[in-house]
C-alpha cells in the first residue's frame, strides 16, 4: 500500500510542479520564450526536424556514457539527460505559451492565466495514459528542443516580404 502511496504522491507533485517551471521559465527568459513561441507558431515542423537532430546527437553520448563501467562517466551521462531536459522545457514553456495565447483569445484571460491554463493543458494531455506517454510526450519533447535549439541559436524565422501598394497618383523618386 505504501508503494502505491508513494507513486501517487510522486505524480501529484510532478502535477503541480510542471506548470510552476514552465511558469518560471515564463517569468525569467521571456525573451526566450517568446522566440520559442514564434518559431513554434510559424515553423513548427522544422523546430521538429531540427529537435530530431539534436536528440539524436544527445543520445549518441549518452547512450555512450551510460553504458561505460565508469561510476563518472555514467554521472556524466545522467547529468546529460538532465540538461538536455531542461533546455527542452524552455522550448516547452514556449509550446505552453502557444497554448495559452490560443487560450487567452477565447476567454480573454490575463496572459499569465492563459499561459498557466495552457501549461496545465500540455500536462494533462502528457499524463493521459498510452496516448500522452508514446505520443505526445516524445513529440513535445524532440518539438520542444528544436525550438529552443533555433531561440538559443537566435536563428528566427523568414517574414515574407509583403509588397508596398503605391497609392494613385504618387510619385516615385529614387
Excluded: N, Y
Excluded at 95 to 122: D, N
Excluded at 124 to 132: C, D, K, W
Amino acid at each position: 500500500m505504501s508503494d502505491i502511496s508513494a507513486i501517487f504522491g510522486s505524480l501529484l507533485i510532478f502535477g503541480i510542479a510542471f506548470p510552476g517551471l514552465l511558469t518560471a521559465w515564463w517569468l525569467l527568459f521571456p525573451a526566450t520564450v517568446e522566440r520559442a513561441q514564434t518559431r513554434l507558431d510559424q515553423t513548427p515542423w522544422q523546430c521538429f526536424w531540427f529537435g530530431c537532430i539534436l536528440t539524436a546527437a544527445a543520445v549518441i553520448p549518452i547512450v555512450i556514457l551510460l553504458i561505460l563501467p565508469f561510476g563518472p562517466a555514467q554521472f556524466f551521462g545522467w547529468t546529460l539527460i538532465v540538461v538536455v531536459l531542461a533546455v527542452s522545457s524552455l522550448g516547452s514553456a514556449g509550446i505552453a505559451a502557444k497554448m495559452g495565447k490560443r487560450l487567452g483569445e477565447t476567454s480573454h484571460a490575463s496572459p499569465a492565466a492563459a499561459f498557466l491554463r495552457g501549461a496545465i493543458i500540455l500536462e494533462l494531455a502528457v499524463f493521459f495514459p498510452l496516448l500522452g506517454w508514446l505520443l505526445v510526450f516524445p513529440l513535445t519533447i524532440v518539438t520542444a528542443l528544436g525550438a529552443t535549439g533555433f531561440t538559443l541559436l537566435r536563428w528566427v524565422p523568414k517574414t515574407a516580404l509583403t509588397p508596398i501598394k503605391a497609392e494613385p497618383g504618387a510619385t516615385q523618386t529614387l
